[in-house]
């Protein structure tokens, strides 16, 4: 198999020695048992005090349960990323399997604290809030009260906490471990046959031969198809599960859990959604032009990525790395140095292998470490900007450890914001160093195309998402002809008459990762590249005063509201008509992509 030479990032693997020195290090029981005990004591002293407490003693019980947590973060964050780098080796799975069982048993010994918090009388919950001695736990602890009518009693937590290692999670981790070993046979026009992984068949999808694209997509669908009978029995499995969720919880819709989340208010989801949905005539309004531009009467699904003359082609990880802290510099010298450590100190994994997880993804681990980047570098000229995007929630995650275990995180609405900061950066460097107008429109397609992908996919995955819980609640477990249909008539009203979606892209919703591990993650892409938009015209606006406010807001986490933290860059993203700004931007890029194009 090709992945199997490392690709163009070969040797590029990341280094968990700070987190743990191997599957045997005995350190890691050796924190399970030390929080364990830690845990008991903990509940030991607060169980049925919180309700007594004063501001001083309830800020001292989060500071404790924060310092136990922290170790327990550590481990999980190790079994989760050696897993992800080579899910093929058992005992790899089998680490996993026993930290998960270990965290929920020391989780549920804890688990009182949230229960016996949000049971707090409003009155007495607001008093201790408005306390001086809360106001570094303020937000973490108001954001956990909003969850009160959906907690259930503590006997029912636990047990929904066991059920999930064996539910919910076991079927992810299966999804998991099935695409990582999936191959894909790619036969030429002469019928000589290739096995590719699924990162190397969908970098095909940027082939600039036609057949080779072709060939690449008839590959991945009759691979998707091979296992979609696995593969539909885990969507079908884990929407019935979010059913039952919501139900014991009291959530009135499939996506409430998810707004809560998120600190944002359906409305305000409700407004992106629609106002990205009314712009749907703009991806055909591009995909027109990039037809013409092919000199194709009409584009097939499989050439929407299909690279222009004038294209630059394959370029090396140095030289994509190289690129991408240029960019960072550019900004702030202090981005470009945070970056540079993933690279340095290898806190990166980057190469092909048989058997890593797909796809690309940033790990905050603990704020005493540091985070770490997985992808799976082909070497097409967009994981240019996947790596921008990843090293961005990269220098997100490093800035905000300080504000500690409970609150380096954001919500997903704003976890996205650097990383899609990070790929306009990068845009704005390629364009500004090249002069050749060919070049300069391929450029612009391309950032385009992923600014779509960003945007317009994410709501229609969205969209495919809701029809999806939907059908599953009312109908019962669907047949994957049903599910197949569902995806199409998500994605017909983005592209219009553009594209030609032929038969085998009704299944290309089954290799997706985020409809199986984050149900309603793909609308908060949406929000972060609307949001980036408007960032960067405040930047433009402000010039370098901009720079150190926004690194504030990335250092800031998620120790305050999105909605607030926003605010101080004198954003509204409550105003329903707040996405119209980038929106228009995104059509002022296809106009000049126009104007280029002659």
């Known amino acids: 198999m090709a992945a199997a030479d490392g690709g163009p990032a070969a040797g590029v693997r990341w280094d968990l020695s700070d987190l743990f020195a191997s599957p045997e290090d005995p350190r890691i029981d050796g924190e399970l048992d030390r929080a364990l005990a830690a845990a008991r004591d903990f509940a030991a002293r607060y169980r049925g005090q919180l309700a007594t407490l004063d501001a001083r003693a309830l800020a001292g019980a989060v500071d404790a349960l924060e310092s136990l947590q922290e170790p327990l973060s550590r481990v999980g964050a190790y079994a989760s990323l050696l897993f992800s780098a080579d899910t093929a080796t058992p005992r790899h799975g089998a680490l996993l399997q026993h930290v998960q069982e270990r965290i929920t048993a020391i989780a549920n010994e804890l688990i ?249 993804f940033c790990a905050s681990t603990v704020p005493s470490l540091h985070p770490y980047v997985l992808c799976n570098y082909t070497g097409i000229p967009g994981e240019v900007m996947t790596l921008a995007h990843e090293l961005g929630h990269g220098v997100h995650q490093y800035l905000s450890r300080e504000r500690g275990l409970f609150e380096q995180d954001t919500p997903l609405t704003t976890a996205e914001t650097a990383s899609v900061f990070g790929e306009m950066l990068v845009f704005r460097r390629l364009m500004r160093d090249e002069g050749d107008p060919k070049r300069r429109l391929a450029l612009l397609c391309e950032k385009l195309e992923g600014a779509f992908a960003t945007v317009f996919r994410q709501v229609a995955m969205t969209r495919f998402e809701e029809s999806l819980h939907a059908a599953r609640r009312a109908e019962g477990e669907l047949p994957i002809e049903r599910v197949n249909a569902l995806w199409i008539d998500a994605n017909v009203p983005m592209f219009g008459d553009s594209v030609e979606l032929t038969p085998d892209y009704a299944w290309w919703w089954l290799y997706i990762p985020h409809f199986v591990h984050s149900p309603f993650y793909c609308y908060a892409y949406a929000f ?71």
């Open 112 to 360: 009182f604290f949230e229960l016996e918090w949000v049971a707090v009388a409003p009155e007495r919950a607001e008093a201790l809030l408005a306390d001086p001695a809360l106001a570094r736990r303020r937000h973490y602890l108001a954001a956990a009260r909003r969850y009160r009518p959906h907690v259930l009693t503590e006997p029912e937590e636990k047990i929904l906490a066991e059920a999930a290692n064996t539910g919910r999670t076991a079927f992810s981790r299966l999804f998991d471990e099935l695409m990582s070993a999936m191959t894909f046979r790619v036969r030429d026009e002469e019928g000589n046959e290739e096995v590719l992984s699924e990162e190397e068949v969908l970098a095909r999808l940027y082939e600039p031969h036609r057949a080779r694209r072709r060939a690449a997509a008839q590959a991945l669908s009759e691979g998707l198809r091979a296992n979609s009978r696995v593969l539909a029995f885990i969507f079908n499995t884990l929407v019935q599960d979010k059913s039952v969720q919501d139900r014991l919880r009291h959530y009135p819709s499939p996506m409430a859990s998810r707004h809560l989340a998120n600190e944002i208010d359906a409305a305000s989801v409700d407004s992106l959604l629609a106002a990205c949905v009314a712009r749907y005539p703009l991806v055909a309004r591009y995909y027109r032009l990039k037809a013409k531009l092919l000199g194709l009467p009409r584009l097939s699904d499989f050439d929407r990525y299909a690279p222009l003359a004038g294209d630059t082609g394959q370029r090396s990880f140095d030289e994509a790395r190289h690129i991408v802290e240029s960019a960072y510099g550019d900004f702030s010298p202090r981005l470009a140095e945070i970056a540079a450590q993933f690279f340095d100190r290898r806190w990166i994994d980057a190469e092909l292998r048989p058997g890593k997880r797909g796809g690309a």
């Open 528 to 598: 972060g590249e609307l949001l980036v938009l408007a960032l960067l015209r405040r930047y433009d606006e402000e010039g370098d005063t901009f720079v150190p406010r926004y690194l504030e807001l990335l250092a800031a986490g998620g120790s305050d509201t999105p909605e607030r933290l926003l605010a101080r860059m004198g954003l509204d993203v409550a105003d329903p008509k707040f996405w119209d700004g980038g929106l228009a931007l995104l059509e002022e890029m296809v106009a000049e992509a126009e104007k280029l194009a002659g």
